[in-house]
């Protein structure tokens, strides 16, 4: 199987499997937040403050549509790069938990 393969199927074991409540994972959101400043804020701003760019406020991201995060992640959406051959799977993982917190872990 092809490192392509694996990644998407590393993906589609993480949309499937059962999330357990962002309460018990704050060190993953602490993570995600590391993550994030390196390869997000640039364009979605520091602690998800979007400066008035074009790019999307994360705060607003519907937390029930993590397929969609991950998808646009992966491939890029509109001016938005494509981070699936940069970032790993776990690393996405972590971001969304931060994006659940909206920008609020210390």
Same mark, same amino acid.
């Given at each position: 199987? @092809?490192? /392509?393969? &694996?990644?998407? &199927?590393?993906?589609?074991?993480?949309?499937?499997? =059962? %999330?357990? @409540? &962002? /309460?018990?994972?704050?060190?993953? /959101?602490?993570?995600?937040?590391?993550?994030? %400043?390196?390869? *997000?804020?640039? *364009?979605?701003?520091?602690?998800?403050?979007?400066?008035? !760019?074009? @790019?999307? $406020? &994360? %705060? +607003?991201?519907? =937390? $029930? $549509? +993590? !397929? %969609?995060?991950?998808?646009?992640?992966?491939?890029? +959406?509109?001016?938005?790069? /494509?981070?699936? $051959? #940069?970032?790993?799977?776990?690393? #996405?993982?972590? #971001?969304?938990?931060?994006?659940?917190?909206?920008?609020? !872990?210390?």
């Amino acid at each position: 199987m @092809s490192p /392509a393969w &694996l990644k998407v &199927l590393a993906f589609g074991v993480l949309l499937i499997a =059962p %999330r357990p @409540s &962002l /309460a018990a994972e704050p060190e993953l /959101a602490v993570q995600g937040k590391a993550q994030y %400043r390196q390869f *997000c804020s640039n *364009c979605h701003g520091v602690n998800m403050v979007n400066a008035g !760019t074009s @790019s999307f $406020d &994360l %705060r +607003k991201f519907p =937390p $029930d $549509d +993590k !397929t %969609r995060f991950v998808n646009s992640v992966m491939h890029g +959406k509109n001016a938005m790069p /494509a981070w699936g $051959d #940069i970032l790993k799977p776990e690393e #996405i993982e972590a #971001i969304w938990a931060y994006v659940l917190t909206g920008g609020q !872990t210390k």
